[in-house]
């Protein structure tokens, strides 16, 4: 153990704080008594012959049971890590501590790595402007969404860009360009439901997946969807923020090729937007 095990003694027996104490203090632990300690000590192991309840201990119950601090009981039926018996020598209670405190923090350890694995998953995944899921999570959720055991639906794939988006960033600068791609990410998520999915391809190219829907009532929702995130206006910038959408409906399951297709059409369409004089969706509604 590389720093010393934060070792905390609680027990109104002097006897047993003297003799354990000693015993700690003597393998290089850091040893507080429970008068001495406070929440804002790092504790590794609680070594007690007393309900913890009784004890004028504040410790983190949440840390406790997780396992980031553990708990040596002496002679008590009570939950804990290691018990030992009411007669158990000041060496055991020892060795008891110092093989606790390294268990616990392998714990932490692997809890850290966790924590760090998942908000790394998490960046990899998401759109560091805008905060929707990047290109690389569109096509996954793609994946596990409408491929293999999925139950039978109409959904539809939704393709969106901003029109003239490099005049407006010639017009306002591309800070300012930043802040309309996350005004747009923002007005998109308000503009469908909780369950259908979001995000942003590159660029100004926005994705949505609408599912569970009523394949004749797709025209307009994509229309309402295409007009509620457009509006947003810059003082810099000479006119009002447009889109244009390109959209394709279909049914699950698929498969991956069909994902492929489905998305080359909707691309298509979105393109014959464009072509039609922007701000408009495709097909027509």
Do not use: Y
């Not at 049971?65 to 290691?82: E, F, M, Y």
């Not at 999925?150 to 490099?166: G, H, M, T, Y």
């Amino acid at each position: 153990m590389t720093a010393p095990a934060q070792i905390v003694v609680a027990t109104a027996d002097a006897n047993r704080l003297r003799d354990w104490t000693a015993a700690l203090s003597a393998a290089r632990c850091h040893v507080r008594s429970a008068d001495e300690m406070n929440g804002h000590h790092e504790v590794d192991v609680v070594v007690t012959d007393e309900p913890l309840a009784s004890t004028s201990l504040l410790l983190d119950e949440d840390r406790l049971a997780r396992g980031q601090i553990g708990l040596v009981a002496v002679g008590r039926a009570t939950p804990a890590d290691v018990s030992l018996p009411d007669d158990c020598s000041p060496r055991e209670v020892r060795l008891a501590c110092l093989l606790l405190a390294e268990i616990v923090r392998l714990r932490r350890q692997r809890e850290a790595s966790r924590r760090k694995e998942k908000v790394l998953a998490h960046l990899a995944m998401s759109d560091p402007l805008t905060g929707l899921p990047n290109r690389r999570a569109w096509e996954q959720l793609l994946h596990d969404r409408l491929i293999a055991e999925v139950p039978r639906q109409w959904c539809a794939l939704v393709l969106l860009d901003i029109d003239e988006f490099k005049h407006l960033n010639d017009e306002a600068g591309f800070l300012a360009g930043d802040e309309f791609l996350k005004d747009v990410a923002a007005r998109l998520n308000n503009a469908v439901r909780r369950r259908n999915a979001v995000a942003r391809l590159g660029g100004d190219e926005f994705a949505i997946l609408l599912e569970g829907i009523e394949a004749d009532q797709v025209p307009a929702m994509v229309e309402q969807i295409r007009i509620q995130a457009g509006g947003a206006r810059d003082a810099k910038a000479a006119h009002a923020l447009t889109l244009s959408a390109g959209w394709v409906v279909f049914s699950t399951p698929c498969t991956k090729a069909d994902i492929s297709s489905f998305m080359q059409a909707a691309d298509a369409n979105l393109r014959a937007a464009k072509q039609a004089g922007r701000n408009c969706t495709r097909p027509a509604t």
